[in-house]
């Protein structure tokens, strides 16, 4: 086994796991509150106004970035999920359910941010045109995910049957993406492309790319946190749970 | 630019602050959450020892 | 892999991969029924509801919009770059309303085939630039750097072509 293989089986024990989240959580934070700082600063004071939409379009900063860590938070959490359900590491489905609460977060960020963008430049908050409509319906199946994860008694059980839901919700991701391209809607097309030039003057870019970089960081930091939790949970009955919380006390 | 012309945001000022307002509510929230639920948990996991330990040396 | 592990993988990606192929398929069936709405082509062919609310999408032509003094009145033509429908509307305008924007009204044709708008929203493109990268760019093109890109972009005409 190389290297890499062997760090990814290690990241499989919870105990490890739970050192490793520990050690990397604070330095996402940071980065992430760091980041933030810089973005917005070249956002809110550096960028330009847009020539058609004046100071509004500033809203971009944060509904842009939110809108894209919705769906990229779906995807990872549906890539943990498929890990835990075929491969039962316990690791992967914790994963998979503390990355639902904050996919669903970002996905209500992107939908009011986008009503209170909405309302001033197209004349209304909520239209339902297919880009709206599918971010709406992301919403409703993180909370079918959260939800379903809930009500089953059994930890484990419960996260192999949420993420399963998650698998099929995954179809919604690429409508949402081009659900700007398959239908006229309201909603216009894609500014940033990955692939090609983006629409966007540099000045403008520059701070949204920091941003979705940053929200990124809040990711890695806030999905490390609750997975701690999660672990620490479900092992509260293993003696490295309790060595990590009384330390004197379990040597005894 | 002055201060009021920033709060001001050329007449939108309303929806860019409440948007803003929003984004740092809900993240904040979910930081705060978690942390809150793991002081929870420190309490709760050392009292259940505590109790199992105590079964322990009465038996 | 171990034989359950194989059995379950192929359970995993039938159920992502059965659930993707079958909501493409209504996707495709619905795609007509989910667009949002119709271009001034589409309404001279007679492609719209009869009699009923649809929303009408396209520019503002240059020129066109009259206001009555003294009240929100305000008749304006919409336009493909193909063909034109005049539109009445009475109420507030969404702040970019203006000429040679993208417009999308909610309403429906009278017997003078003027289309009534009860609710005028406001499309724009997904183009951001400094206000003087726009009088620069409109320097170089006098028709108009965001009219130009509507009426080219295929995302803006209905039917995606």
Known sequence: MNKLTLWFHK?????????????????AGWSFALLTVIGLYLGMFKAPPDYQQGESYRIIFIHVPSAWM??????????????????????????????????AAFTLVTLVTGAFWGKPMWG?????????????????????????YQAIEDRRTAARAASLLALVGLVNIPIIHFSVEWWT???????????????????????????????????????LQRARNMILELESNKSWAKTVLQPAEASR | MN?????????????????????????????????????????????????????KRES | MTPTRK????????????????????VMALRDNMLFFFSPTEVHAGEVPEGSNF?????????????????????????????????????????????????????SLNKD?????????????????????????????????NSENYGDDKKDTPDGT
């Open chain 1, 70 to 103: 919705s769906m990229f938070i779906y995807v990872a959490m549906s890539a943990a999920g498929f890990v835990g359900l075929v491969w039962r590491i316990k690791v992967a489905e914790i994963m998979a359910m503390a990355s639902a609460p904050i996919g």
């Open chain 3, 55 to 107: 929303r009408l999408g396209g520019m503002v032509v240059d020129g066109s919009v009259t206001r009555t003094p003294g009240s929100l009145k305000v008749r304006f033509d919409l336009t493909d770059h193909g063909q034109t429908v005049p539109v009445e509307y009475e109420g507030i305008l969404p702040d970019l309303f203006r000429e040679g924007q993208g417009i999308i009204a909610m309403g």
């Open chain 1, 185 to 223: 809607t309201l909603h216009q097309g894609s500014t940033v492309n990955l692939m090609g030039e983006s629409s966007m003057h540099p000045s403008m870019l520059w701070p949204l790319l920091i941003m979705a970089v940053a929200t990124k960081l809040y990711y890695v930091m806030n999905v």
């Open chain 3, 7 to 26: 059995r379950r993988l192929y359970a995993a990606l039938a159920v992502t991969i059965g659930v993707g192929v079958a909501v493409g398929l209504t």
């Open chain 1, 11 to 27: 990241l499989g024990s919870p105990e490890y796991f739970y050192r490793f989240a520990g050690r990397w959580a604070p330095w």
């Open chain 3, 113 to 145: 085939s003027v289309f009534v708008a009860s609710e005028v929203l406001a499309k724009h493109d997904e183009t951001y630039m400094p206000p003087e990268v726009a009088d620069a760019l409109k320097a170089v093109h006098p028709e108009g750097y």
């Open chain 2, 3 to 55: 201060w009021s012309e920033f709060w001001n945001m050329g007449g939108y000022g309303f929806y860019v602050w409440f948007s803003y307002g929003t984004f740092f509510l809900v993240l904040g929230l979910g930081l705060i959450m978690p942390m809150l639920k793991r002081r929870s948990l420190e309490t709760e996991l050392r009292e259940q020892w505590a109790v199992t330990k105590r079964r």
């Open chain 1, 124 to 148: 209304a908050y909520w239209v339902w045109d297919a880009r709206l409509t599918s971010e709406l319906i992301l919403l409703f199946i993180y909370l079918g995910i959260i939800g379903l």
